[in-house]
C-alpha cells in the first residue's frame, strides 16, 4: 500500500506521542505519553535498548485505556521477546505495531488511547522508546504530530 495523499514520508507518518528519550534507566517500569486513536489508524513503538548493563532486562508491551487519564490495560500480543545483556541484545531495534482496528476488536469499542509500557530489571539500560503515528482519516498526517516533535526538514 502506498502513500495516496503525499508525497514526503513526513507528511505520513510523524511522532503521534512524546516517547521516552534516550537515557540511563534504572530498574522499573516507565510509560509514553498517551496516543490518541483518532488521530491516527496505526501506531508504531520503536524500542531501541541501547547500551545494557551487565545482566540487564528489557521488556516492552502496550497499554490501552478508554480515556487519556484512565485506567490502562495490558494489550494482548505486544509483549516483546526479553531483550537481554547476556543474549548480546544491547544496541538492538525493535517495532511494536497496534492498529486502532485491531484493537477495538481485542479489547471493544471505546478503547482510544494507547501507552508503551517499558520495565528494565537487574542492571541499568541506556534506551528509548519513540512513537509514531500513521494513516489518518485527514491527511497529511504530520498535522497531527505531537508537540515534542520540533523540527522536520524534507529534502
Known amino acids: 500500500m502506498g502513500f495516496p495523499w503525499t508525497e514526503q514520508i513526513t507528511q505520513s507518518l510523524t511522532i503521534a506521542a512524546n516517547g521516552l528519550h534516550a537515557v540511563s534507566q534504572s530498574a522499573g517500569t516507565v510509560l509514553t505519553s498517551a496516543v490518541d486513536l483518532k488521530k491516527f489508524r496505526k501506531v508504531v513503538f520503536l524500542i ?34 526479553e531483550l537481554t545483556q547476556a543474549g548480546s541484545n544491547g544496541n538492538s531495534y525493535v517495532f511494536v505495531e497496534v492498529s486502532a482496528d485491531h484493537l477495538q476488536n481485542l479489547l471493544g469499542n471505546g478503547y482510544e488511547f494507547l501507552k508503551g509500557s517499558l520495565t528494565i530489571a537487574t542492571a541499568a539500560c541506556v534506551c528509548s522508546v519513540t512513537v509514531l503515528g500513521a494513516l489518518n482519516d485527514h491527511e497529511p498526517t504530520s498535522n497531527q504530530a505531537d508537540a515534542s516533535l520540533v523540527q522536520t526538514i524534507v529534502l
Not at 50 to 79: E, I, Q, R
Open 48 to 81: 531501541d535498548s541501547g547500551s545494557m548493563g551487565t545482566s540487564a532486562t528489557l521488556d516492552f508491551h502496550v497499554v490501552a485505556a478508554t480515556t487519556s487519564g484512565g485506567s490502562y490495560t495490558t494489550v494482548t500480543g505486544t509483549a516483546i521477546t
